[in-house]
């Protein structure tokens, strides 16, 4: 099977559909030829005619097309156009279906609704797909490297001294984009302040739209002995921060317009050996399933992510062998070498179709 892959998103550039093209494409077993942009978006102006030129000339070769993502979906359209039963695949990550710019709806109702098949990174982006019209859809999650921490020791006194946490406190992170639906200002808000006689520590880290607000609820609502806000980590410290933390919280709320995807930090997060404590929404559930690789409680209920914490700081020794089950369960299930065979199958799947539909209609014809 030979498979031509298209993306925008590639590294060196950082990010979580860069990571899954790169892992897809690097992955899956097939002759094939990947087509990627390694540069900001701004080069989409050149990069975007490039590829549709280069599959048009090339289109014969391929007997699957794959796209990283719908923003790309005129290339598809065209190569559809000039070879109708040519298989279009496209991954839908979820805000490439729901952002709301009526121009760019327009560009996915005119390019984007006939394909052959749409692996949705979630369940929850299956059902966004689903919403603005486009069906022939397959829920295939997002992988990790499943041997991220395994040369990471822990240091938890060294942190500890770094960040002047007390001794006896247990430390509960939050690691990313500080925008709205990640919920830390809900968060500090709403269930922080009645942690304030708990024996924990909440390191914030990250950066976004959020952080000035962020870092005024933390004076407002007199945290600062309890939350410290670290901003953007080098990728060693961070590893490290994970290994010796005790608790993630992602504490997601519903924004309109926004969502979750996934959740690729819940992975890593049970993968480090972190209680995982989530909101129950959109992609989230896809990442996090509860009471195997973390817990999952409802969205904006502060009460129930208090008494869960509460719970965790004063059984913590109950929770150990929850740890390494879930890290067991992260590993099995969300290693890149199964994710990358589910798409492959998928792509079988979709080519022996193509293949039965052209020769029943040979035969109908003859």
Known sequence: MRVLF???????????????SYNITRGIKCNKKIVALTKRQIHLLWFIPYCLLYTLLTLRKWDIIHLGDPVLSIVGYFAKLFSPQKPVIVTIHGLDVTYKNPLYQWYLNLFC???????C??????KMANKIGITRTKVIPVGIDINKFDNIV??????????????????MITVGRLVRRKGVLWFLDNVM???KNEKVSYLIIGTGEDKEKILDKIREKDLEKNVKYLGRVSDEDLMEIYKSSDIFVMPNIKVKGDMEGFGIVALEASLAGLILIASDLEGIKDAVINEENGYLVKSGESQQFIEKIKDVINNYEKYE?????????TKSKYNWERICNQYKKEFEKVYVRRRVNETNHTNTML
Do not use: C, H, V
């Not at 298209?6 to 899954?20: D, H, S």
């Open 193 to 195: 302040p009645f942690l």
């Open 321 to 329: 062998g929850f740890k390494k089950n879930s890290i067991l369960y």
């Open 154 to 171: 822990p240091n938890k006194q060294g942190l500890k001294e770094k960040y002047k946490i007390p001794r006896e406190n247990l430390i």
């Open 121 to 126: 990174i979630s369940r929850y982006a299956e």
């Open 113 to 119: 609704k006939k394909f052959d098949s749409y692996i």
């Open 6 to 20: 298209i993306t925008r998103k590639y590294p060196p550039q950082i990010g979580g559909m860069e990571n899954l």
